[in-house]
């Protein structure tokens, strides 16, 4: 389903202003391990539900936001700054 | 006369047993074909189990094109295998399956482009896949429909031509090994949703689901769309993200294409069934989602994009369209084989958008795997530590777009 994003800047837009950044996740320090770079790299939680990600207004204000949308529905619950 | 209207099971209804031998999650074409071959090895006591109806997911939802002009070596051998299988299949299964081999044609609008045809077309020579580069007045001669003029916006420069490539009833082959397997004494569960995997000591034991516990010594995971909610249940996290892709179906016209075209450039894929629809398909939507909503965007750039090509077009009507949940992966390739460190837990996942397609060499190489406890060398590239070991499949060439 098409949706809008509320940019925090610049207020409800459709989603295909937007670029998807993916979902949120912690960049492991220096000395993390192989297997902990491997995991950071590639594996993604994937979930179906609400889940924290990137957005970047592309076709508005150029800067990137976080988000909390429902995958399962598409709904968006939060944007919020980084 | 009465005998034409009677109801036909293809496979029947079972109790939820609580021992199998093999637990398959999704009743797609991936996991009936995996039954299908276990019974032939002589394992029947196989159970299939899906969330919703058989063949409800990606199986059901692709736009049925078969072919093997991929990009890497790996990936090349190993469709082409499967191409093998889908020509002989109707026979073997004794289902139409009605599989056109119309031949299938990757456009290039650009230099840059025809480059990435050159190598596909010399790795598929290569490995003895009949495949090779056209330029316009070949084109035009194959798809007279089509606008080859050469102040299009996007101008038709050459084409990888791919003869054995076409479509097939997709539905028919979801149907044709579930109604084999069934004769063999599978066991398929529809409406059995799984809802936790059982281990002890690095080992699958149990599966939980909406009808009851199975004890089991192996789960294969070939579902799409919900292949890293399985995955979670083990405790692994899959290099997957799941997009939907969303396809339209227009009206029936009188046959006037004969070849699977795809544009890569244009983010298009058209052809036409044996009923005369067109089934257009378009890229994954630029945004994860879990959602088998459609959307009016999808409609519009199709529809702006197939006009592109095919001018002729301008006045068919849209009869329907859907959308299905792609599995993707960081290099377009999937993901197969037993899981490090849960012995007894198989990977049959990532299958993005070109999974219906690899259907029956995953489902023989799976069940082979499940038999010998070897991984087959033919799915060896697809195994899951190729992330860690940085050693990976990149298809994207041959997989983005162009199915």
């Known amino acids: 389903m098409s949706f809008l994003i509320s ?6 837009r459709s989603v295909y202003e937007f670029r998807f950044g993916g979902e949120i996740h ?8 192989e297997d902990e770079w491997t995991q950071y790299l590639y594996a993604r939680k994937n979930k179906s539900g609400p ?13 990137w936001f976080k988000a909390v949308r429902e995958t399962a529905t598409n709904t968006v619950i939060e944007t919020r700054w980084p | 006369m009465l005998q034409l209207f009677r109801i036909q099971r293809l496979w029947r209804t079972h109790a939820l047993k609580d021992t199998y031998d093999v637990v398959i999650i999704g009743a797609g074409v991936h996991g009936l074909a995996t039954a299908y071959y276990l019974a032939k090895h002589g394992i029947t006591n196989v159970a299939v189990v899906d969330r919703w109806y058989v063949g409800s997911g990606a199986s059901g939802r692709n736009t049925a094109i078969i072919r093997s002009n991929y990009r890497t070596p790996e990936g090349v051998a190993f469709y082409d295998e499967s191409v093998k299988i889908y020509e002989h299949l109707g026979e073997e299964l004794n289902y139409n399956l009605l599989f056109s081999q119309q031949g299938h044609m990757t456009l290039a609008h650009t230099d840059a482009a025809i480059n990435g045809l050159r190598v596909r077309a010399e790795n598929n020579v290569l490995l003895g896949v009949n495949s090779r580069v056209i330029w316009p007045d070949e084109i035009a001669r194959l798809v007279p429909a089509m606008d080859m003029s050469a102040n299009a916006r996007y101008p038709i420069l050459a084409a990888l031509y791919h003869p054995p490539g076409g479509i097939i009833r997709h539905d028919a082959v979801v149907w044709g ?17 799984v809802q936790g995997i059982g281990r002890s000591n690095g080992q699958v034991i149990s599966v939980k689901t909406t009808r009851g516990e199975i004890k089991t010594g192996a789960v294969v995971n070939a579902t799409a769309g ?3 909610t399985i995955a979670k249940m083990v405790g692994v996290d899959l290099p997957v993200v799941t997009h939907p892709l969303q396809a339209l179906v227009t009206e029936p016209l009188k046959p006037f294409l004969d070849k699977v075209i795809v544009s890569a450039t244009l983010h298009v894929y058209v052809s036409q069934t044996d009923r005369g629809e067109l089934v257009i ?7 994860s989602s879990y959602s088998n909503r459609s959307t009016l965007p999808f409609l519009e750039h199709a529809a702006e994009h197939t006009l592109a090509l095919f001018p002729c077009l301008k006045q068919v009507r849209v009869l329907r369209q859907w959308a299905g949940l792609c599995d993707m992966t960081p290099d377009y390739s999937p993901i197969m084989g037993e899981v490090e460190g849960v012995k007894g837990f198989i990977l049959d996942v990532g299958w993005g958008t070109y999974g219906f397609k690899a259907g029956p060499i995953s489902g023989k190489m799976i069940a082979e795997l499940i038999v010998t406890g070897k991984t087959p060398d033919l799915i060896r590239p697809f195994r899951l530590s190729r992330f860690r070991e940085d050693a990976l499949v990149g298809e994207k060439a041959a997989a983005a777009v162009s199915h």
């Open chain 1, 7 to 12: 940019c925090p800047n610049c207020g409800a």
């Open chain 1, 26 to 33: 912690d960049r492991p320090p220096v000395s993390a391990s």
């Open chain 1, 51 to 63: 889940q924290e990600e990137w957005w970047y207004h592309r076709a508005g204000c150029r800067t």
């Open chain 2, 177 to 193: 090994y579930a109604a084999a397997a069934d004769r063999m004494g599978v066991h398929i569960h529809p409406l059995t949703e």
């Open chain 2, 226 to 228: 919900w292949c890293s």
């Open chain 2, 281 to 287: 398909g378009e890229e994954i939507n630029p945004y």
